[in-house]
């Protein structure tokens, strides 16, 4: 199984770094316009084959589209990343461009590939990218529920004083400080209810941590994050390539599921070797309906500053 990644920054050689050493495909090509950057970073990986002991072979690129041919999935994070004190929303003017222009060159060589788009503003990026390719929507697929639904799990685990692995939640809506929904009533610690063990307060700072959790990272690093991006990215791709139908939030197109239309958001999808192969209603109740009612108009308006590229 082959796997481009294009953008060979924080992000995507972090995912090339786990898809390698989880030996998830057989073949990772990492493309970059920096002249050597991807060569270095793919040169880089394949030295730790012998010592994390992995058969993955690593390439890189400057720019040629045709070592990609063939790809089975191809995961789309070049562009910029944020930087302290901006949203994910003021990416839009450079990122568009190059993710339309990176979708339309995939193609040429990888016209049955599954597309994985990481670059913000994700879901903005995501519909560009389906709308600009006519590719089928099961092909398309935005990563941003899987990254915020393990942060979510993460600062549960902080608060219950438990292992993140026995913690089960989801976060669904957009990818953004302001649109995502950490659905805390749905979460559990192994089944029971998280409401159990955290007041209501204790919840709602959870849930307002995990919203926040890339700007504060942001905040940290002096850039956005990479190591649990990169590892999200991979634990999707996994699920793609070795058909493991896992049910992940992931921002798809949308035609009356959730209430929303013509549309890419984060929901509960089934994700197996055909791409989006289901979406699963979890049954919202009235406050969360409005939450992800409120998420689409902030995600639709953001889409509508995309008429100069579509
Ligand atoms: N969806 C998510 O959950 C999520 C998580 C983390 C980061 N991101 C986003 O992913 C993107 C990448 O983040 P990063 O930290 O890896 O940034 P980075 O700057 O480390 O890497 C981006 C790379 O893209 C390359 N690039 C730019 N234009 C290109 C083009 N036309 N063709 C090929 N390569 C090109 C750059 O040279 C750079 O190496 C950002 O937009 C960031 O906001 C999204
Ligand atoms: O926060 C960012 O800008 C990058 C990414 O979307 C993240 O959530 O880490």
Redesign the pocket.
């Known amino acids: 199984m082959k796997v481009t990644i294009?953008?060979?920054?924080?992000?995507?050689a972090t995912c090339a770094d786990v898809i390698s050493y989880r030996e998830i495909a057989s073949e990772v090509v990492l493309?970059?316009?920096?002249e050597g950057?991807a060569e270095g970073k793919a040169m880089d990986i394949m030295q730790c084959a012998t010592t994390t002991v992995f058969n993955t072979q690593v390439t890189g690129t400057t720019?040629d589209y045709s070592k990609t041919a063939g790809s089975d999935v191809v995961v789309i994070?070049?562009?910029?990343?944020?930087k302290p004190g901006m949203t994910?929303e003021e990416?839009i003017g450079i990122?568009a461009g190059?993710v339309k222009?990176?979708a339309e060159n995939i193609l040429v060589h990888s016209p049955e590939a599954i597309i994985v788009v990481?670059?913000?503003p994700?879901d903005t990026m995501t519909y560009l990218t389906l709308k600009a390719t006519g590719l089928p929507k099961n092909r398309v697929i935005?990563?941003?529920g899987a990254?915020d639904s393990s942060r979510f799990k993460y600062f549960l685990s902080k608060a219950l004083d438990k292992p993140s692995n026995d913690v089960q939640g989801m976060v669904i809506g957009g990818?953004g400080d302001t649109t995502m929904i950490p659905l805390t009533r749905l979460a559990s610690y192994n089944g029971a209810p998280v409401s159990n063990y955290l007041s209501q307060e204790e919840l709602d700072k959870v849930a307002a941590s995990t919203m926040v959790g890339?700007a504060t990272l942001t905040g940290l690093l002096g850039?956005?994050?990479?190591y649990a991006?990169g590892a999200?990215v991979a634990y999707l791709v996994d699920s793609i390539l070795n058909n493991q139908k896992r049910m992940i939030a992931c921002s798809v197109f949308l035609e009356g599921e959730y209430g929303q239309e013509d549309i890419c958001m984060g929901v509960p999808c089934i994700i197996g070797r055909n791409g989006v192969e289901e979406i699963i209603d979890v049954k919202l109740n009235d406050t969360e309906k409005a939450a992800f009612a409120k998420s689409a108009e902030a995600v639709r308006a953001m889409n509508a500053d995309l008429k100069s590229v579509l």
């Open positions: 294009v953008g060979a920054g924080n992000v995507g493309v970059d316009i920096k950057f720019g994070t070049s562009g910029i990343p944020r994910r990416l990122n190059i222009s990176v990481v670059s913000n994700m935005g990563m941003g990254l990818h890339g850039t956005s994050a990479w991006p999200s």
